[in-house]
């Protein structure tokens, strides 16, 4: 059984930053894809960013890119995402997720989640103006 732990959510003011933390507990995943995906009230669930552990090869929607940064520290078993400028529309539930097998290079389905069968609970970033 493997587990999804996310952290560092938190309120913050428009144009500040946070860091997430996704952390994979239990069974050892090899090599997995991780995503970093978010979801607002009344909204869908969108694809932010995502990252290939074996290769640090990484992807994101066009709406964070330049803004937002997805890494991997493979020892810790964590994956973070930085998040600068931050603004309003950023405001939502954010969760990690593991693709156990990926398959490919990365590219933008990496940003469905129906490419992803482990799911964590949730941090919740919400963003003031």
């Known amino acids: 059984l493997v587990q999804l732990a996310e952290s560092g959510g938190g309120s913050v003011e428009a144009g500040g930053s946070l860091r997430l933390s996704c952390t994979t507990s239990?069974?050892?995943?090899?090599?997995?894809?991780m995503g970093w995906f978010r979801q607002a009230p009344g909204l869908e669930r969108e694809g932010v960013a995502a990252?290939?552990?074996?290769?640090?090869?990484?992807w994101y929607a066009s709406s964070v890119k330049g803004r937002f940064t997805i890494s991997v520290d493979n020892a810790k078993n964590t994956v973070y995402l930085q998040m600068n400028s931050l603004n309003v529309v950023d405001t939502g539930m954010y969760y990690c997720?593991?693709?156990?097998?990926?398959?490919?290079?990365?590219?933008?389905?990496?940003?469905?989640?129906?490419?992803?069968?482990?799911w964590g609970q949730g941090t919740q970033v919400t963003v003031s103006s």
């Open positions: 997720a593991a693709d156990t097998n990926p398959i490919g290079t990365i590219g933008p389905s990496n940003l469905f989640g129906y490419m992803y069968d482990i």
């Open positions: 239990g069974d050892t995943l090899r090599n997995p894809g």
């Open positions: 990252i290939y552990t074996s290769d640090g090869s990484t």
